[in-house]
């Protein structure tokens, strides 16, 4: 704890006394440094509005109390004032997702010293924050007369999209083709991968979905998607193929060994027609389909598709 001006904290926490009012003092400093101001900063870096939530305004903000532990640990996290349960809950992820502070010590002790902190416009703070935000909530992104592909996805989903656009006709529209991107899972995904979907349903208007492909148990990443006529009804589907290396034990000539060993799973979505708004929507298809377990690679797949169509029996 070199970053900390008072000392080793203990190896163990000890039982501590009942809980004295918040104190109003400053914040401890973080073990890799900052004072509140940081503390803040890290809060609302942390904080991600779900899909679907209203912005939170300006001149919002909610209020956490936490306990600083006696080894620098945020417990008893609890809001004091809140806006709504879904920005409440992702203010409260954020503090459980804070750093080591430095320990507070009094008398020569270690102490459990609670702390009261305001956070404004939580997750909106900057202009790109702000953004994300309204996109996510309005699953509608406006694009701008003449603005190119990449320009257009970056300005409206600022902090998810990075690189690797890539437009395909999986629904025929008059008004485009769709576009795709892929990034790591977010807070409701985590060691996954959500994919990006924005589908052009009016002009310059495009209706915007999340696919998560949800983790194999480490972290999981997309190796291909592709479209095929997965659920037999005549109309193509989006697959989505899951790569994931996962740690295995060996057993070879006796001797046990630990190692990896990539795992692939084929996710499946359907055209599932459009919403009260007029916006396309797309929903997993979680029919269970071993004949396409463990297979890596996108051509595979559709081999195995094409097998079990011919294997289905013909109506009359």
């Not at 109390?65 to 809950?89: C, Y």
């Not at 769709?178 to 409701?188: A, D, I, K, V």
């Not at 989006?238 to 060994?257: D, H, K, N, P, Q």
């Amino acid at each position: 704890m070199s970053n900390c001006s008072q000392g080793q904290a203990p190896a163990e926490a000890p039982a501590g006394p009942a809980l004295p009012a918040p104190t109003t003092s400053p914040l401890p400093e973080l073990l890799e440094g900052g004072g509140e101001q940081a503390v803040r900063a890290a809060v609302q870096q942390g904080i991600v509005i779900p899909w679907g939530t209203p912005v939170p305004a300006p001149t919002s903000r909610v209020v956490v109390r936490f306990v600083v532990g006696t080894l620098g640990e945020v417990d008893k996290e609890e809001i004091v004032q809140g806006l709504n349960p879904t920005v409440d809950a992702a203010v409260l992820a954020s503090v459980r997702a804070l750093p080591l502070f430095c320990p507070v010590q009094r008398a020569g002790k270690y102490q459990r010293v609670p702390y009261v902190l305001a956070i404004e416009a939580p997750g909106v703070v900057t202009p790109a924050q702000r953004r994300e935000a309204e996109t996510r909530w309005r699953q509608t992104a406006r694009r701008l007369p003449g603005e190119a592909d990449s320009t257009f996805v970056r300005r409206v989903l600022p902090l998810s999209y990075t690189d690797n656009l890539l437009a395909y006709a999986w629904r025929p529209s008059a008004f485009g083709k769709q576009l795709f991107f892929s990034q790591r899972g977010g807070e409701n995904n985590q060691g996954g991968t959500d994919l990006y979907l924005l589908d052009p349903y009016q002009p310059d208007t495009y209706a915007v979905q999340i696919l998560p492909i949800e983790t194999m148990g480490d972290l999981t990443d997309l190796a291909a998607f592709f479209f095929a006529d997965a659920t037999g009804d005549g109309r193509p589907d989006l697959l989505a193929l899951a790569e994931c290396s996962l740690r295995e034990t060996f057993v070879i000539e006796g001797e046990r060994m630990t190692g990896r060993a990539n795992q692939y799973e084929t996710h499946v979505w359907q055209d599932a027609g459009v919403d009260k708004a007029g916006r396309p929507r797309y929903r997993e298809d979680l029919t269970p389909r071993p004949y396409l377990d463990g297979l890596p690679k996108a051509a595979e797949v559709r081999r195995a598709l094409a097998r079990h169509a011919r294997s289905r029996p013909r109506a009359k």
